[in-house]
């Protein structure tokens, strides 16, 4: 009798603590969405994430609150993009049912917290990447996601209104489509009948490497702003002209041209921006008898990309273009190289995905470190140059001691550079190709430093086309400068192209 007094007290005991935990989760369920009924405004989310990137020079979204993330939501179209699966789970290249089943039941919940019919949510799905793009109102819908185990992340990729210090982020080696006169001491000239090399290829021994390989069979994908139509080098019509031969250039787009993040209309594969054309023309413009700017790789194989508006990847549409681009350069077995001359000050999550994808598939991936106006030199290397999947790259001046190139940005992730302007002429930048026909133009920068540095990969990718992705980079590191040692701000340092391609 006394055995089973003890066990109806103990039951109640654990009955009583049962309730109370239950209250205990009911009130902090409750609190956790107490959140305000306002959004913050544009200026109070700048200012946490210019604080947040001064103190620790990043920023991620899944270490703010609810609140926060819905206020850049709400500023930013009302677009959320749900990156699902199982951690790592980045992409699938066939929709397994269990896959599915996770997605949509995110969508049951989101159709739930919104009050919308299921059929009736706004939602963008990507190919192959485990992303889907969805209207959200409601705080409710975020706090409800950020419970799920099958949420990978989630972030604002409509929110394009960040400034820091009151100022736009933006390239100072973004858009361009002005021709330059071109000082003769800053090109050599060669066959046939005065082709131009850029005065830095002396410094890489470039033009030394030329007797070895030129790029022959060997395909570079560039994603940028694409490649002129007015620009004919660059083109069908005279890409094979001269000493280049035997060669292709293609080019796509998937950049929407749109104020609704849910558009389909897409803006073509043309340059309208002039970034794209000049990353292009140093990589694999045509050596022939025009008296213009030579490519680094001149017999390469070019699959220009217009995946964004202009170097900054702030808006919606450009983070999914890239993303595009990325996995479908990633399926083409052709494509040994990818370029993108193109970031942002924090990482976005589907390019995160892309680039793992076309990693995945054995991809040489080049990325550059940043190039920007002097105020936002404290932001370090950006966003994709900073992941462990791409090789990032930076411009440095040309005198004895090293020194990055005037808006250049360096940093411990930074993996080679190239020269890209005078010790004490920063106008003295590589000419290139302009964006219209037999136009020239100054351009440098990281965005060049890295289209170079994908030339070069080029280049010894032909000279030993059996080799692996890791063989080459291997190269690429033993020719640099400070090889086996790796500077804590420029990496291994200058590449020799000769002793690349040996």
């Known amino acids: 009798m006394k055995n089973m007094y003890l066990k109806v007290l103990l039951l109640l005991a654990i009955t009583i603590v049962s309730c109370a935990k239950e209250d205990a989760i009911i009130e902090t369920e409750s609190q956790e969405i107490q959140f305000p009924k306002e959004p913050l405004t544009v200026q109070e989310i700048n200012n946490r994430i210019s604080e947040t990137i001064r103190a620790t020079g990043d920023f991620d979204w899944s270490k703010e609150d609810a609140h926060f993330l819905w206020s850049a939501v709400v500023h930013g179209q009302n677009v959320l993009t749900i990156g699902y699966g199982n951690e790592g789970q980045s992409f699938s290249e066939t929709r397994d049912p269990e896959l599915e089943a996770k997605k949509e039941a995110l969508l049951d919940i989101v159709s739930d917290k919104e009050k919308i019919n299921k059929q009736e949510l706004k939602v963008v799905e990507q190919e192959i990447l485990n992303v889907i793009d969805v209207g959200v109102a409601s705080i409710e819908t975020i706090v409800a996601l950020r419970k799920n185990k099958n949420v990978r992340y989630l972030e604002p990729n409509g929110y394009n209104q960040f400034t820091y210090n009151e100022v736009a982020y933006r390239s100072s080696s973004g858009c361009d489509k002005n021709g330059d006169y071109i000082n003769p001491s800053h090109y050599t000239t060669i066959s046939p009948n005065n082709a131009q090399v850029a005065w830095n290829f002396s410094e890489h021994n470039i033009q030394q490497a030329w007797?070895?390989?030129?790029?022959s069979g060997v395909t570079i994908g560039l994603i940028d702003t694409g490649v002129s139509a007015s620009q004919p080098l660059l083109n069908t019509s005279g890409f094979n002209d001269g000493v280049s031969s035997g060669r292709f250039v293609q080019k796509y787009g998937t950049f929407i041209d749109s104020n609704w993040w849910w558009s389909s209309n897409y803006d073509g594969p043309h340059d309208k921006c002039g970034h794209g054309t000049a990353m292009g023309s140093t990589m694999a413009a045509p050596r022939n008898d025009n008296g213009m700017p030579v490519g680094v790789a001149y017999n390469s194989n070019l699959v220009a990309y217009r995946a964004t508006e202009d170097v900054l990847l702030n808006d919606?549409?450009?983070?999914?273009?890239v993303s595009k681009a990325l996995t479908q350069l990633g399926n083409r077995s052709d494509v040994k190289i990818i370029s993108m001359s193109i970031g942002y000050v924090w990482?976005?999550?589907?390019i995160k995905d892309a680039v793992k994808y076309a990693y995945s598939k054995n991809k040489l991936i080049f990325a550059a470190g940043g190039t920007s106006t002097s105020f936002t030199n404290g932001f370090g290397v950006i966003f994709p140059a900073t992941m462990s999947e791409t090789v990032a790259v930076t411009g440095v001046n040309d005198g004895s001691n090293y020194e990055r190139c005037d808006t250049c940005h360096s940093g411990n992730k930074i993996d080679f550079t190239i020269i890209m302007e005078g010790d004490n002429?920063?106008?003295?930048?590589?000419?290139?190709?302009?964006?219209y026909n037999g136009d020239r133009r100054y351009t440098g920068g990281s965005s060049v430093a890295t289209a170079t540095t994908a030339g070069i990969a080029a280049l010894v990718w032909s000279r030993h086309p059996t080799w692996s992705r890791t063989q080459v980079l291997n190269r690429l590191k033993q020719s640099a400068e400070f090889y086996p040692y790796k500077n804590s701000s420029f990496g291994y340092g200058n590449i020799d192209a000769w002793q690349a391609v040996q």
């Open 425 to 435: 002429n920063t106008s003295k930048a590589p000419p290139v190709l302009g964006f």
């Open 211 to 215: 007797s070895l390989s030129t790029g």
């Open 347 to 350: 990482s976005i999550g589907n």
């Open 316 to 321: 919606y549409h450009e983070r999914k273009g």
